[in-house]
């Protein structure tokens, strides 16, 4: 559907505004989880995609339905890649490095379905990301 | 001594300090000690926030309140009024120039929230292959701001105003280059996005393209538009599969929903896109050399002038411009020209996107305003140099550029201040080398890179970066000679002097700056004080062979439980003896 106006733009702005708020403010309407997988070059060469792939099976094999992952670009963390960002309604994103093989579970376990912080991963816990 | 329970920031920076920040200090100091809170509250001067246009600048942690602005004479209401009575006093407070708004957390204003990250601003926190998402983050917005509400001149000023200068490495102000192709007259332009990244160790503009591949073509879009061009191409090494696949999505999503195509937002410009593959040739990043890829020819560089601006692809007007310069684009149009040039210092505005790498502890992507120290990149940033070793130089601008020491560690970072130590800021890669590394050997490497890159047609490049290369060849080989040495430095100026394109004038760089820093290692090289083969320390050495056993080439020899040695005539200095002795028998050349 082409857009053809600014007022239009602004619309499908503010549709889509609402998906991704919680990575901004932690305001969300409902409980959902989003997990942002960072998908670039550097990335994927560190084993991204199988992380990636290992999260995937994992929601699956658990069959949650509040979860959305997303792919993202660089995050710029690239000493510790593959890096994985959780965000949960009304807390601070937290940014963990080095996630791969058995942390995987572990996320999923304590962090995601928990609320515990797998302290050893963690790079960065802020909105302000720069 | 009382426990200290909280920490006034001063900056301290050349901007702040100008604007009185010193005074200032005193003056809190002197007031904490008369309120008898100077054992519990520390004064500190911090390097500069960046955010010199609203110095002098302080933050109170762990309040996390900061003020700007601040007088001398304001240092009492401070101490009374926050510190005793824990009351934020307004008046200091950062005012929001858009909403109006005072301030109290430096993470609210836009300023901080978004200033290291400009042209890195969704990488990361978008999916790059939905639109949606872009779009959700204010994508195309200015897009249609321009297309509805700006003339081509009035898009020209504000990138003028802001203060852009192409983000390749030459440092050229954008908004003279979109004027110049402007100003040509002429029914068909090209405007053609450069993300021929070629520097050993660089990586922003492509992880740009895979991050965010909408802020470009959203960027080129705009300037299409300011000069005058709908027609844009992206020029993108083939090694970059991730970049193009997502380069592709996103210009097909954006011509669906006709954000690029014909009459976009209903204005009747007509704007499109094209990928063009490279072939990965380090010359094709020049301009002149690059629009002859695009069109078919050979990468080969053209004399300048003519400049692109008149007669470019196709002979016609052409604009090219870096990856990381259209991703400045859009927050320019967005946030105004007034607070881009608000970052950065007086003659280089903005951000910089550095890959930084090498022997650092957090080799990673950092935007970081201009202005920015190297120490503040590398032990601030990148956490300090790897191992605890000891740091030795920094080679920013790839096989153009230099190194860098330590005693220019605190030169803030600008175009004109790293031309004057001798390097240049180049494309953005920042390699940090450990007390370890060979400089020669590192200007080597580097030699050896630009030789196999010239594209041979001038002489000085192609001849002279060979003979280069094979100099330092033979000052490794431990056999050249004083006069070698001087030879090698007259053929560098002369390469530099003659050279057609940056690749040739730029190419001796790395032995120049080298040979200024580090000439001992050199004349350790020429004077045979340098070792270059490993050693056995009879003494330390117990006959174990385990060094036998592991030696590629078989030049160690000795009796079991006797001492060893190693046959330099032989030895290739793997290093493998020395990695695998247990007993500090092996010697580093």
């Known amino acids: 559907m082409p857009i053809k106006s600014l007022d239009e733009l602004k619309k499908i702005r503010d549709e889509h505004m609402k998906k991704v708020e919680l990575r901004e403010t932690g305001q969300v309407e409902g409980d959902i989880t989003e997990i942002l997988v960072g998908m ?91 | 001594m009382a426990k200290i329970r909280s920490h006034i920031m001063v900056c301290g920076g050349t901007g702040c300090v100008a604007s009185r920040s010193e005074e200032l200090i005193d003056a809190l100091k002197s ?43 304001d240092a009492k209401e401070i101490v009374n ?14 005012e929001d120039p858009e909403a109006k708004v005072k301030q109290d957390k430096h ?37 249609g701001n321009v297309l509805t509400e700006m003339t081509p001149e009035d898009v020209i000023l504000k990138v003028k105003q802001a203060g852009l200068r192409g983000r390749g490495g030459g440092g050229f102000p954008t908004g003279l280059k979109w004027e110049l192709t402007y100003k040509e007259k002429n029914d068909e332009k090209y405007i053609i996005c450069n993300a021929d990244e070629g520097d050993p160790g660089a990586f922003m503009d492509r992880s740009i393209l895979e991050g965010d591949p909408h802020s470009v073509i959203e960027a080129m879009a705009i300037g299409g538009y300011a000069i005058g061009a709908n027609k844009g191409i992206i020029y993108i090494r083939a090694e970059y599969p991730l970049a193009i696949k997502r380069l592709e999505i996103a210009i097909g999503q954006a011509r669906e929903t006709g954000l690029i195509g014909d009459d976009i937002f209903g204005t009747g410009f007509d704007f499109d896109l094209d990928i063009r593959l490279g072939a990965g040739a380090f010359v094709c990043g020049e301009e002149t050399a690059l629009i002859h890829s695009v069109e078919g020819s050979r990468g080969e560089p053209t004399k300048k002038p003519p400049y692109p601006s008149v007669s470019g692809y196709k002979e016609k007007p052409t604009c090219v411009c870096n990856v990381e310069t259209y991703a400045n684009i859009c927050p320019i149009i967005l946030n105004g020209p007034e607070w881009f040039s608000s970052i950065g210092t007086e003659k280089s505005k ?17 935007e970081v305003p201009m202005g920015t120290t190297l120490r503040e990149i590398i032990y601030d940033i990148g956490g300090g140099i790897f191992d605890d070793k000891e740091f030795k130089a920094v080679q920013t601008g790839g096989p153009s550029g230099g190194v860098i020491t330590v005693a220019d560690l605190d030169t803030p970072i600008d175009y004109e201040s790293l031309k004057g130590i001798g390097s240049m800021m180049g494309s953005g890669g920042m390699i940090v080398m450990d007390e370890d590394d060979d400089m020669v050997k590192i200007s080597k490497f580097y030699l050896e890179f630009t030789q196999e890159e010239s594209c041979g047609k001038c002489t000085p490049c192609r001849v002279g970066t060979r003979r280069l290369f094979e100099m330092l060849e033979k000052i490794t080989d431990g056999e050249a000679t004083i006069d070698d040495l001087d030879n090698m430095e007259q053929l560098c100026y002369m ?26 290692e050199y004349m350790d090289y020429v004077t045979g004080k340098k070792k270059t083969k490993y050693s056995i320390d009879e003494d330390k050495c117990i006959g174990c062979t385990a060094c036998v056993r592991k030696c590629p080439v078989d030049c160690i020899s000795g009796e079991v439980k006797k001492p060893h040695v190693i046959d330099e005539e032989a030895c290739i200095a793997c290093g493998a003896c020395y990695d695998v002795c247990k007993f500090d028998a092996v010697l580093k050349p």
Do not use: W
């Open chain 2, 107 to 143: 993470s609210q204003m836009n300023f901080y929230k978004k200033q290291y990250r400009i042209a890195l601003r969704n990488c990361g926190t978008i999916n790059p292959e939905d639109i949606n998402e872009y779009i959700a983050f204010r994508g195309y917005e200015a897009l």
């Open chain 1, 40 to 130: 670039a070059t550097c990335g994927i060469a560190a084993g991204a995609r199988e992380t990636l792939s290992a999260i995937l099976d994992e929601i699956e094999a658990k069959g949650l339905k509040n979860v959305r992952v997303v792919q993202v670009g660089c995050m710029g963390y690239c000493h510790s890649e593959p890096t994985v960002q959780v965000n949960k309604p009304g807390q601070e994103p937290v940014l963990y490095g080095k996630i791969m093989g058995e942390n995987i579970k572990e996320l999923f376990d304590k962090h995601i379905q928990g609320n515990e912080l797998l302290d050893d991963h963690i790079l960065i816990k802020t909105f302000e990301k720069a």
């Open chain 2, 81 to 94: 009024e926050h510190i005793v009575k824990g009351r934020t006093i307004e008046r200091l407070l950062f």
């Open chain 2, 350 to 366: 903005g951000t910089k996107v550095f890959a930084l790498a090498g022997k650092v502890n957090n080799v990673g992507l950092v």
């Open chain 2, 31 to 73: 007031e904490l000690v008369s309120v008898g809170y100077d054992q519990e509250i520390k004064v500190v001067k911090t390097g500069c926030f960046g955010f010199c246009g609203q110095g002098p600048i302080i933050k109170v942690h762990p309040d996390n309140v900061f003020y700007v602005k601040v007088m001398p004479e």
């Open chain 2, 495 to 520: 390469i530099k002097d003659t050279a057609l394109c940056g690749l040739g004038q730029t190419a001796p760089n790395p032995i120049l700056s080298t040979l200024k820093y580090f000439n001992s």
